[in-house]
């Protein structure tokens, strides 16, 4: 039975609560001391800074009122940063002293290309001015897909849009140089059908590097996330059922064995850029979520254990919406977590990982597409996403040149370090009249769409009736005609056009040799491991028809498998998925 209903239900009933609340503070004069009486303690809390013009700041903006029930508002409606409902932010203090160099950088940014030594070599060019170790990595069609670099008709894809990876000797040249077990390191893998073999294949590389108790020093995460890729981007091998399995028992396994990595990350990006609007994107990726989390409770998992490991991934765009987007979901999701799920403090907060829009950059004066992502970054960064990586200008055209790609780094390193608008205060803009009005318009409509797919029957049931999917193709559908029709100005293309003919950006593409030389590795890796890979594949065939936990085996089956004969000996016992019609 779906929880949609009533976690719209919930919200509704906390938004009461609160406006009783604020009532309360008007008219009780026991509860509204009370609440001046913390006021004043929060204040008196907060610090002082100064800018380098000499101007005194507070660290923490809280709203210049000692009306009881404006106090109440604020406090149960939007939450201190790092407080529930968690609008303002997750942590009580994010960004500030960037020019300190203190804490870790919130830039972590996605790379991917050639094979792993060219992927390694672009991590080092982009991490070179990094103090901690963010890793973001792309792979390229045939690993997305589980097949092998000498499987028949890919030797064109390989290491092309992404890193191809078949083996853990792959994963190892993708890591080589970086320490993964510092505390500030973390690897973030944009992976999802193949995502157990990909993520024992790094747990397994880590255990060659690091030795075999370095697992739980893993930091990270890795998307998986199953929902969204039938919903919007097709990246699926195994049927729905045996997907979600393999989920949680790679869920299962992680969370007490690595404790520090976040097994899902539950993503929104991939359906903005289908074509949802901001409130789909939102609505669809928040259901996910929440649906993962009743499957993690059927199979008798804590929530408190697992909820605190769930981690999100959002697009942001230029419509107004983003402008509260990632705000709106935290809210959300918290109340949720705590009034429907039970789930503790921990398992309330939701962390957000942001991508720039790619659909929104086009190869019309390409320039451009370099302050469409610097805006872009501005409303990720007002919404305090605790990570976020910027793409690059050139990617109309092609995989980022490197010349591009650092570029979008140091527009994030301006606005975070140059700038002065997030380095000295907290919630510089949290609680402005124009912000709370689209919040609630947002939060609204997220709960329209939940109830919708509640009449359908929950998430997977509305996706069976592709309730998702017809939904991100009418808003593409919409999108594209609003560009037509000229009612969406997009600079450039069909606004202020220039005669300017395309200009000639040099390819970054996978050269054959290079082709060839993934494929004579791949082959030489399963020479060397021939006389154990049919026992080690026979094994994790067992374990996947008797129902035992198919991720604990699949750590040791990448040490002597191949991406591809493991891909095929996992369909071979739940076989293919077959797209709904």
Same mark, same amino acid.
């Given at each position: 039975?779906?929880?949609?209903?009533?976690?719209?239900?919930?919200?509704?009933?906390?938004?009461?609560?609160?406006?009783?609340?604020?009532?309360?503070?008007?008219?009780?004069?026991?509860?509204?001391?009370?609440?001046?009486?913390?006021?004043?303690?929060?204040?008196?809390?907060?610090?002082?800074?100064?800018?380098?013009?000499?101007?005194?700041?507070?660290?923490?903006?809280?709203?210049? %009122?000692?009306?009881?029930?404006?106090?109440?508002?604020?406090?149960?409606?939007?939450?201190?940063?790092?407080?529930?409902?968690?609008?303002?932010?997750?942590?009580?203090?994010?960004?500030?002293?960037?020019?300190?160099?203190?804490?870790?950088?919130?830039?972590?940014?996605?790379?991917?290309?050639?094979? #792993?030594?060219?992927?390694?070599?672009?991590?080092?060019? !982009?991490?070179?001015?990094?103090?901690?170790?963010?890793?973001?990595?792309?792979?390229?069609? $045939?690993?997305?897909?589980?097949?092998?670099?000498?499987?028949?008709?890919?030797?064109?894809?390989?290491?092309?849009?992404?890193?191809?990876?078949?083996?853990?000797?792959?994963?190892?040249?993708?890591?080589?140089?970086?320490?993964?077990?510092?505390?500030?390191?973390?690897?973030?893998?944009?992976?999802? #059908?193949?995502?157990?073999?990909?993520?024992?294949?790094?747990?397994?590389?880590?255990?060659?590097?690091?030795?075999?108790?370095?697992?739980?020093?893993?930091? *990270?995460?890795?998307?998986?996330?199953?929902?969204?890729?039938?919903?919007?981007?097709?990246?699926?091998?195994?049927?729905?059922?045996?997907?979600?399995?393999?989920?949680?028992?790679?869920?299962?396994?992680?969370? $007490?064995?690595?404790?520090?990595?976040?097994?899902?990350?539950?993503?929104?990006?991939?359906?903005?850029?289908? *074509?949802?609007?901001?409130?789909?994107?939102?609505?669809?990726?928040?259901?996910?979520?929440?649906?993962?989390?009743?499957?993690?409770?059927?199979?008798?998992?804590?929530?408190?254990?697992?909820?605190?490991?769930?981690?999100?991934?959002?697009?942001? *765009?230029?419509?107004?919406?983003?402008?509260?987007?990632?705000?709106?979901?935290?809210?959300?999701?918290?109340?949720?977590?705590?009034?429907?799920?039970?789930?503790?403090?921990? #398992?309330?907060?939701?962390?957000?990982?942001?991508?720039?829009?790619?659909?929104?950059?086009?190869?019309?004066?390409?320039?451009? &597409?370099?302050?469409?992502?610097?805006?872009?970054?501005?409303?990720?960064?007002? &919404?305090?996403?605790?990570?976020?990586?910027?793409?690059?200008?050139?990617?109309?055209? %092609?995989?980022?040149?490197?010349?591009?790609?650092?570029?979008?780094?140091?527009?994030?390193?301006?606005? !975070?370090?140059?700038?002065?608008?997030?380095?000295?205060?907290?919630?510089?803009?949290?609680?402005?009249?124009?912000?709370?009005?689209?919040?609630?318009?947002?939060?609204?409509?997220?709960?329209?769409?939940?109830?919708?797919?509640?009449?359908?029957?929950?998430?997977?049931?509305?996706?069976?009736?592709?309730?998702?999917?017809?939904?991100?193709?009418?808003?593409?559908?919409?999108?594209?005609?609003?560009?037509?029709?000229?009612?969406?100005?997009?600079?450039?293309?069909?606004?202020?056009?220039?005669?300017?003919?395309?200009?000639?950006?040099?390819?970054?593409?996978?050269?054959?040799?290079?082709?060839?030389?993934?494929?004579?590795?791949?082959?030489?890796?399963?020479?060397?491991?021939?006389?154990?890979?049919?026992?080690?594949?026979?094994?994790?065939?067992?374990?996947?028809? &008797?129902?035992?936990?198919?991720?604990?085996?699949?750590?040791?089956?990448?040490?002597?498998?191949?991406?591809?004969?493991?891909?095929?000996?996992?369909?071979?016992?739940?076989?293919?998925?077959?797209?709904?019609?």
């Amino acid at each position: 039975m779906s929880q949609l209903g009533k976690i719209s239900d919930s919200v509704d009933t906390y938004n009461a609560f609160v406006r009783a609340e604020v009532q309360r503070a008007r008219t009780d004069a026991a509860y509204a001391a009370d609440l001046r009486a913390r006021w004043e303690k929060i204040r008196a809390s907060v610090d002082h800074t100064t800018s380098p013009t000499g101007t005194k700041i507070p660290r923490l903006a809280l709203p210049d %009122t000692d009306e009881p029930g404006a106090i109440a508002d604020y406090l149960l409606g939007q939450g201190l940063p790092g407080s529930f409902p968690y609008a303002n932010a997750a942590y009580r203090e994010m960004y500030l002293d960037r020019d300190s160099a203190t804490g870790e950088e919130p830039m972590r940014l996605f790379a991917g290309l050639g094979l #792993a030594e060219d992927t390694n070599a672009r991590f080092k060019y !982009l991490s070179r001015n990094q103090k901690s170790i963010r890793l973001s990595t792309a792979f390229d069609g $045939p690993t997305l897909y589980g097949l092998d670099s000498d499987h028949e008709g890919v030797l064109g894809k390989v290491g092309e849009g992404g890193v191809a990876i078949d083996t853990v000797e792959d994963m190892q040249r993708l890591f080589a140089g970086f320490d993964l077990t510092r505390k500030d390191a973390s690897v973030s893998m944009t992976m999802n #059908a193949p995502a157990p073999i990909i993520l024992a294949m790094f747990i397994a590389a880590a255990k060659r590097r690091f030795g075999a108790d370095c697992v739980p020093n893993l930091r *990270g995460t890795i998307q998986a996330d199953m929902l969204k890729e039938v919903q919007a981007q097709n990246e699926v091998i195994f049927p729905i059922d045996a997907s979600l399995r393999f989920l949680g028992d790679m869920m299962e396994w992680c969370v $007490p064995n690595m404790p520090r990595w976040y097994p899902v990350s539950i993503s929104g990006y991939h359906i903005a850029e289908a *074509g949802a609007t901001p409130v789909q994107q939102a609505a669809f990726t928040l259901s996910n979520g929440f649906t993962y989390v009743e499957l993690l409770k059927q199979r008798g998992a804590d929530v408190n254990a697992f909820g605190p490991r769930l981690s999100f991934f959002l697009d942001c *765009g230029l419509d107004v919406e983003y402008l509260v987007l990632g705000r709106v979901c935290r809210r959300i999701w918290a109340i949720a977590m705590r009034d429907v799920f039970g789930a503790d403090a921990k #398992a309330q907060i939701l962390k957000l990982h942001t991508q720039t829009s790619g659909r929104s950059l086009i190869a019309a004066e390409f320039q451009n &597409n370099l302050t469409r992502t610097a805006v872009e970054l501005m409303l990720a960064y007002m &919404n305090y996403t605790n990570s976020c990586h910027s793409n690059s200008a050139d990617e109309p055209f %092609t995989t980022p040149t490197e010349k591009y790609a650092l570029l979008a780094s140091h527009g994030q390193s301006i606005i !975070l370090e140059e700038s002065g608008v997030f380095r000295h205060m907290m919630n510089m803009f949290g609680g402005a009249p124009g912000l709370l009005a689209l919040e609630r318009q947002v939060e609204k409509g997220i709960l329209d769409v939940f109830r919708e797919m509640d009449t359908l029957g929950g998430v997977i049931a509305a996706m069976e009736q592709r309730y998702q999917r017809s939904k991100i193709q009418e808003a593409g559908h919409a999108y594209e005609k609003q560009i037509y029709a000229h009612q969406r100005p997009i600079i450039g293309l069909n606004k202020y056009v220039s005669e300017e003919a395309h200009p000639n950006v040099p390819l970054a593409r996978t050269p054959p040799k290079k082709q060839r030389l993934q494929v004579e590795r791949l082959k030489a890796f399963k020479k060397k491991h021939a006389k154990k890979a049919p026992d080690a594949l026979q094994k994790l065939e067992n374990v996947t028809r &008797n129902g035992g936990n198919v991720f604990g085996e699949l750590v040791n089956t990448v040490e002597v498998c191949s991406l591809g004969q493991i891909t095929a000996c996992l369909t071979g016992v739940v076989g293919k998925f077959r797209p709904m019609v």
